[in-house]
Nanobody, 123 residues
Framework: QGQVIESGGGLVQAGGSLRLSCVFT???????GGWFRQAPGKEREFVAA????????WYGDPAKGRFTIARDMAKNTMYLHMRNLKPEDTALYYC?????????????????WGAGTQVTVSS
């Protein structure tokens, strides 16, 4: 299945921006790639997903209007551009590959997960 490696997290002030990256190694075909996040004490939450070949995107409510998902097929890399960050965006952000069945918004639809990258937004 290969590996999934996230990067780009960090500490940012409210209103700032970050770009997260996700490199997929060893698995070039995937129908969808997805971003999820998990804050302490909360369930893992859908952020965004992208159809790898066509580029169609889906967004969870927290991401709509502020985050943009993108992919570079040549680099086998997915991105999450985040702007106007808020303290409630603080979480560990994960990327994953879709298993080929199930809704793109559902955690259980993904089978390869990275270790996550921490995003902390200060007020």
């Amino acid at each position: 299945q290969g590996q999934v490696i996230e990067s780009g997290g960090g500490l940012v002030q409210a209103g700032g921006s970050l770009r997260l990256s996700c490199v997929f190694t060893g698995r070039t075909y995937k129908e969808y790639g997805g971003w999820f996040r998990q804050a302490p004490g909360k369930e893992r939450e859908f952020v965004a997903a992208i159809n790898w070949s066509g580029g169609d995107a889906w967004y969870g409510d927290p991401a709509k209007g502020r985050f943009t998902i993108a992919r570079d097929m040549a680099k086998n890399t997915m991105y999450l551009h985040m702007r106007n960050l808020k303290p409630e965006d603080t979480a560990l952000y994960y990327c994953a590959t879709h298993r080929g069945s199930g809704r793109v918004e559902t955690v259980g639809s993904y089978d390869s997960w990275g270790a996550g990258t921490q995003v902390t937004v200060s007020s």
